[in-house]
């Protein structure tokens, strides 16, 4: 069984009725990091704008980068003690356009104790994208937006895969809107909407990046590394700690009851669209515990690999 019919054997009814007009148009960036965590492995993560405030939203992140004198690529990955305090002023900003509705965010992630049951050689090894579908498909509710739904432009960060895989995906990605969960909701996603960015044009990726890996890091206890035959953390992750502590108050600003390795809490489903920030711990439905894979207060363990692939 290949990838197209791993994908198709998720999605076989199509709609029954017609659906909503809507006028509007939305800007969807995705990105993934951390496919193999100690913890918490497989994490997505998507930033939703809508068009007509893209431009605005982007040139003033801009300008702030160029006041901050932000020449290089935002990544959470090059967080250091000396760029810390420039960094925190590019989260101040995002948060403040999630605060004010601007902007939507939603991250996904697996907990390693989870393990699935039943699965083939072909869907661990179309694992990565399997899940990327899932997350596009249901992490923000556009199946319960109506007529506030809207077709969307889609960019995703680079895919890690073999461009035949890839294109076998979009393909995929582009019949989501015309499934019978979306009848009555305007959200189209249509093939020549969806790009593969350069996260270095894109601002708004950029700052999702940051977002996406402090959550990694903090779920994966790499704040509590210390470096070998050192008694202290070293000091970027001491910076990449203070970041991520910043991000998460700026969370619970909007969510006070915000906890960052659980679902958001999900309340009426129309939450799932209306929501600005949430997170989706995804269990699969048929699954044991390990509990060897526990948290562990002490002697806590670097990832086994960051490196992104689907297997």
Known sequence: ??????????????????????????????????????????????LLVDTSHQLMLERELLQLFAELNLNSELKW?????????????????LFDYVAGGLVKIRIMFTQNRYVPLGLSHEQKEGQFFLLYYQFIKHAFGFEHAGRQGGR?????????????????????????????????SAFTLNAPDIYEADSRNHPLLQCLDIVLGSMYFRLNNLH??????????????????????????????I???????????????????????????????????DHSVGKKVKSPAAPTSNHLSGT
């Open 77 to 93: 990955q090059r967080v250091t003690e000396n760029y810390l305090t420039k960094y925190i002023a590019v989260v101040d900003k």
């Open 1 to 46: 069984m290949n990838l197209n019919e791993l994908l198709a054997n998720h999605d076989r009814h199509r709609p029954i009725s017609r659906k909503p007009k809507s006028d509007k148009t939305y800007t969807l960036y995705c990105d993934e990091s951390g496919s193999h965590g100690s913890y918490y492995s497989n994490f997505y993560g998507g």
């Open 152 to 184: 969307t432009i889609l960019f995703l960060d680079r895919l890690p895969d073999r461009e035949e895989r890839c294109h076998q995906f979009k393909s995929y990605l582009s019949d989501i809107s015309g499934l019978r969960d979306f009848q009555h």
């Open 224 to 253: 509590l590394v210390k470096p070998a035959g050192s008694r202290i953390r070293g000091k970027r992750t001491r910076a990449k700690e203070t970041l991520y502590k910043h991000i998460n108050r700026r969370i619970r600003e």
């Open 255 to 289: 969510r006070p009851n915000f906890n960052v390795g659980a679902n958001t809490s999900t309340g009426e489903k129309i939450e799932r669209w209306t929501d600005t920030y949430r997170h989706w711990l995804f269990k699969p439905s048929n699954r044991e515990e």
